[in-house]
């Protein structure tokens, strides 16, 4: 049945195997189903060790096991999908223009693509009370010097993706060419992340004038 696909039987080690792959029978449209499996909650049926989840980049990613997290810091599991759904692969250009802690844009970096993030809050980029160190105990956490959106790419061992401050009121390219393969966000919404944006408020705009043109009078 399976005698088209590339698998030389002497290559095959079934004690110290490092990918395993799936033969998923569905009765309901009598479809036979084969592919790789990318994450388990059970230990992998091994003879000689125990190969756990965490082998898998499901588990790899988890929240509970990351550095620096955010108030909204996008479920692991939601990221790698929207990852796939947006067919993110090696060395394509993808933008997260409100990347917070940088959860999606992780999910991005693991399949190998140039990601470049903006978000409005600096304090989240650069770890000044939004974002925070996280509260579970994880390996290598005493290690750790600085927690901003960096840390857990460092952490990782991930490439630094290009972060800056930027509302999305601004055009971030003047440019009608196509830049980027992707756009991949989880947009801010609800009481959590109200709309903001950057600048001064034209009052005080106008405040400021009104001293510039009469600076000895008092306000």
């Known amino acids: 049945m399976f005698e088209h696909l590339p698998f030389d039987g002497n290559l095959v080690d079934l004690e110290n195997y490092t990918l395993v792959y799936k033969i998923l029978d569905n009765a309901a449209d ?3 189903y084969f592919g790789e499996r990318v994450a388990c909650c059970r230990p992998l049926p091994s003879t000689q060790n125990n190969k756990y989840d965490d082998e898998t980049y499901y588990s790899k990613y988890n929240l509970k096991l990351r550095p620096y997290l955010g108030p909204t810091s996008t479920d692991h599991e939601l990221a790698l999908l929207m990852a796939n759904q947006g067919q993110v692969s090696a060395g394509d250009f993808v933008y997260d223009p409100f990347v917070g802690t940088g959860s999606i ?12 993030g903006s978000d409005l809050d600096i ?22 010097k600085k927690f ?11 490439p630094l993706p290009d972060f800056w401050v930027q509302d999305m009121n601004t055009p971030m390219l003047a440019t009608n060419r196509p830049i980027f393969d992707a756009i991949v966000c989880d947009p801010p919404y609800g009481v959590r992340a109200r709309t903001q944006t950057v600048g001064v408020a034209e009052s005080k705009q106008k405040k400021f004038k009104e001293r510039t043109v009469n600076p000895s009078e008092k306000h």
């Open 123 to 144: 304090r989240v980029i650069k770890g000044y009370g939004v974002g925070r160190k996280t509260k579970n105990q994880i390996k290598g956490l005493d290690d750790i």
């Open 105 to 116: 844009a992780a999910a991005l970096q693991h399949f190998g693509a140039f990601v470049f």
């Open 30 to 32: 009598d479809m036979l």
């Open 148 to 158: 901003d959106i960096n840390t857990n790419f460092q952490y990782y061992g991930l």
